[in-house]
């Protein structure tokens, strides 16, 4: 349960706007490193309300981009347990994953799973044959070839957001919940302080966490302009299911971009829809239902008529080349982003917190400059 602090102190070594993965794995890395003076601000009455919370939970290894793989492999040895200043294993069901795709993606995705095996990945190339053996409702579809990856799998946001929390609680960090940054102040052309719905702190380094809200919070700082968009995508729950098997790996298809994995008895899909939105709590669109429709019915036919019980959406936000925004402002100093992390948070979050941590308190390595705000100069 998360705990918050009721008066904001005058002054805080470091101050986190944004209590979801982003936020709260880097007020972790914090702690780790023996920080004890973090503040969190957070804008609704719990963290992980958004994007953090609204997504299908999906631990992925085999991914494109060499500096994106590193932080997957980090990521996965955090969930398998390298997790400093938890008093528990981090959430994390490994039922593996297939990744499939038809004649036109195979090649890229066996390019992919190359570079993972030569980074230790353990994983297999797989004909259909394999994937329709492990997981028969799969069968009948337009699938090339695949990879099966045994360490992949499942956490729950909400107990890894506790998790980050509560460890960095313990190191010395403060959460503020209801508390919306309304103005940031700045001396001498870097960061000075936050002004919130919830009085003033003082700060000389601020982390832009704040999921579809950071380019808003960068252009109230005047930091670099650059266009971050949320886009809203739908997951679809079918209910509980007598022959989903619960033990299935995932199953995702890259080149067509739908997947479907167990989910609470039954399955959970999505269709891995894009659309930009605003941020805040995305409606439904029904027409979507259509577009997994269509999906399914070239790559998981067997699926084509499956019971929807519940749909939602949540966000997941991108910088103009989709690539993270972690690094320091080359604008503003004293402001710091772990933003526009798209579909890759949850799995990179545990590096992504520990990099941020150790780049901003100048006591770790910096981040990877292919991430580095200053691409947008």
Known sequence: MSVAQNKLPPHADFVIIGGGLAGMSTAWGLSVLGERDTVVLEKENVPGMHSSGRNAAMIRQVVPGAELLQLALSGARFFAGEAPGWQQAPPFTPGGSFLSAGRGGRDALEQNAGAATRAGVELELCGPERINEAV???????????????????????????????????????????????????????????????????????????????????????????????????????????????????????ERDVYFRPESGGLLLSACDESAAEPALPLVDPA???????????????????????????????????????????????????????????????????????????????APAAFSPSRFT
Request: neutral net charge; contains cysteine; charged residues 15%.
């Open 136 to 254: 028969p409702c799969t069968a009948g579809g337009e699938i090339s070839g695949g990879v099966y990856c045994p360490g992949d799998g499942v956490t729950d946001t909400d107990g890894l957001i506790q998790g980050y929390q509560a460890a960095a609680r313990t190191g010395g960090m403060r959460l503020f919940t209801d508390c919306e940054v309304r103005h940031i102040d700045m001396h001498n052309g870097r960061v000075a302080g936050v002004q919130t719905s919830r009085g003033h702190i003082k700060t000389g380094v601020l982390v832009n966490a704040a999921g579809a809200w950071a380019g808003l919070i960068g252009s109230m700082a005047g930091a670099v302009k650059v266009e971050l968009t949320p886009l809203r995508r739908h997951l679809y729950y079918t209910g509980a299911l007598a022959w989903a098997d619960q033990r299935w790996p995932y199953v995702w298809d890259v």
């Open 288 to 366: 979507v239902q259509d577009l997994l429709a269509g999906k399914l019915s070239e790559v998981f036919p067997r699926l084509l008529d499956i019971p929807i019980a519940r749909s939602w959406a949540g966000l997941r936000t991108f910088a103009p080349d989709r690539a993270f925004m972690l690094g320091h402002d080359p604008v503003l100093e004293g402001l710091y982003w772990v933003a526009a992390l798209g579909g890759h948070g949850v799995t990179t979050s545990p590096a992504v917190g520990r990099i941020a941590a150790g780049d901003v308190s100048g006591r770790g390595a910096p």
